[in-house]
């Protein structure tokens, strides 16, 4: 945990079977963040993670 949220990381590296799951949901890149299974952030944007820890 950091910031004091809970996340799952989730890397297709390691775990191949999670690029079937982001293609099935039309991702055609890495990273994605979701909440409640809800894309929230497509790609490394760092200025909308901001956004949302301070919230």
Known sequence: MQHDI???ERNV????????????KGFQSVPVLEQD??????G???DLLKKIVAQ
Not at 13 to 23: F, M, R, S, T
Not at 37 to 42: L, M, V
């Open 37 to 42: 299974n809800n894309p929230i952030i497509r």
């Open 6 to 8: 809970a996340f799952e």
């Open 13 to 24: 590296n390691e775990n191949p079977e999670y690029i079937d799951y982001l293609k099935n």
């Open 44 to 46: 490394f944007r760092p």
